[in-house]
């Protein structure tokens, strides 16, 4: 079965340090990955996507980039956080052409202080 | 470009009862995927159901159901028996089947649901 795992579970820092979250999924191959971020009491907001190895698309242009070095890695990085960075993160995949729904991981909450 | 409106911030239900959750949305599109999902307080996103446009039936998982009316855009959630663990958020979400954006979810904003004992 599948399993889609991200770290840290929970982060704190402060502004102007760079940040690098991580998710990995296992037990599928070329999956299609997405980073949301999830604000206080709000929806979530696509960041960004991928559907293979070095390709990235940006939903929603800011201080956060994302990069996948390898098939089933997904990582969001920045190089300095802003406080309005806070948020709860998460990892999503989808097996790709043919199913649409998406399988979450358990997130990564971010305060930047 | 498709946006999904839930209208109900939050809502309440007996444990046992019924509850049904709303959701409407916009698209030009004719062929796409609605969903469900659950986001209890540990904020992980769980996928409770999921509907295809092109099919009539609607869609049931267990307690879970959906009325889905393709003509009036209508997509709501019905929970029977409800549990003191369906207590959650749940979002509403749209996919559409083609385009640049590969499965993309379009999100509501959330019902938050809360279950008396």
């Known amino acids: 079965s599948q399993t889609i795992h991200q770290w840290p579970a929970t982060l704190v820092q402060p502004v102007g340090s760079p940040l690098s979250l991580e998710c990995t999924v296992e037990?599928?191959?070329?999956?299609?990955l997405y980073w949301y971020r999830q604000a206080a009491g709000r929806g979530l907001q696509l960041l960004f996507y991928?559907?293979?190895?070095?390709?990235i698309s940006s939903e929603v242009p800011q201080n956060l980039s994302a990069s996948r070095p390898q098939d089933r890695q997904f990582i969001l990085s920045s190089k300095k956080l802003l406080l309005s960075d806070s948020g709860f993160y998460l990892c999503?995949?989808?097996?790709?052409?043919?199913?649409?729904?998406?399988?979450f991981g358990p997130g990564t909450r971010l305060t930047v202080t | 470009a498709q946006t999904v409106t839930q209208s109900q911030p939050e809502m309440s239900v007996q444990e046992a009862e019924t509850v049904t959750l709303s959701c409407t949305y916009d698209?030009?599109?004719?062929?796409?995927?609605l969903f469900w999902y659950k986001q209890p307080p540990s904020r992980q996103m769980i996928l409770v159901i999921r509907?295809?446009?092109?099919?009539?039936q609607n869609a049931t998982e267990n307690r879970f159901s959906v009325n889905f009316q393709k003509a009036a855009k209508s997509f709501s959630l019905k929970i029977s028996d409800s549990q003191l663990g369906d207590a959650a958020m749940y979002f509403c979400?749209?996919?559409?089947?083609?385009?640049?954006?590969?499965?993309?979810?379009?999100f509501g904003k959330g019902t938050k649901l809360s279950v008396k004992p």
């Open positions: 698209t030009s599109e004719s062929d796409y995927y």
């Open positions: 991928s559907v293979g190895i070095g390709q």
């Open positions: 999503a995949w989808c097996p790709g052409t043919g199913i649409y729904e998406q399988y």
């Open positions: 509907q295809e446009a092109y099919k009539q």
């Open positions: 979400a749209y996919s559409q089947t083609y385009g640049g954006s590969q499965g993309n979810l379009i």
């Open positions: 037990g599928t191959s070329n999956p299609n």
